[in-house]
T-cell receptor, first 110, second 109 residues
């Protein structure tokens, strides 16, 4: 158990809809990183938050947004969903010797 | 630059040794991670090299040359459970981890 919690584990939704993915970092960790992994693709960096502030942004679509709340949990909002948004979405926390990942949310857009 | 190159697939036999290479553009990176990822699961940490040279950890070793933008992961005494994807990830100065597309390793009996 990495200590990074992601919910839900699975999500099936229709095109055009909006979903929210949630991540709780390990207790005391201030950072949250979001990654997208499409089928047979590498992990694509989306966005990084540290203690509530956006620190870095990667290839994140305008339809996607994120925030980190005072209790340090983070939410990734995906709107106007398209079939190509189907992927595994991981969040990660920065730890002493690396990064630890949550178990991911598998999003399927039908 | 963020070009990270790894072989797409490799195969090896149980008990053998395999070396997975990774090259990357050197600018903007400080250290390099290797992660293992089984299909559909989260990546798990294998190694982190911040200085040049070889880091050994059990059956796994990782090497880094920062000036050459080159790293490799060496897996010894391969086991069937080592069949997975291996992800090379240079650490950017902005503290974000950039992943290569990964090398899918298949270990055969």
């Amino acid at each position: 158990d990495s200590g990074v919690t992601q919910t839900p584990k699975h999500l099936i939704t229709a095109t055009g809809q909006r979903v929210t993915l949630r991540c709780s970092p390990r207790s005391g960790d201030l950072s949250v990183y979001w990654y997208q992994q499409s089928l047979d693709q590498g992990l694509q960096f989306l966005i990084h938050y540290y203690n509530g502030e956006e620190r870095a942004k990667g290839n994140i679509l305008e339809r996607f947004s994120a925030q980190q709340f005072p209790d340090l949990h983070s939410e990734l909002n995906l709107s106007s969903l398209e079939l190509g948004d189907s992927a595994l979405y991981f969040c990660a926390s920065r730890v002493e010797d690396g990064y630890t990942f949550g178990s991911g949310t598998r999003l399927t857009v039908v | 630059g963020q070009n990270i190159d790894q072989p797409t697939e490799m195969t090896a036999t149980e008990g053998a040794i395999v070396q997975i290479n990774c090259t990357y553009q050197t600018s903007g990176f400080n250290g390099l991670f290797w992660y293992q990822q089984h299909a559909g699961e989260a990546p798990t940490f294998l190694s982190y090299n911040v200085l040049d040279g070889l880091e050994e950890k059990g059956r796994f070793s990782s090497f880094l040359s920062r000036s050459k933008g080159y790293s490799y992961l060496l897996l010894k005494e391969l086991q069937m459970k080592d069949s997975a994807s291996y992800l090379c990830a240079p650490l950017g100065y902005t503290d974000k981890l950039i992943f290569g597309t990964g090398t899918r390793l298949q270990v055969f009996p």
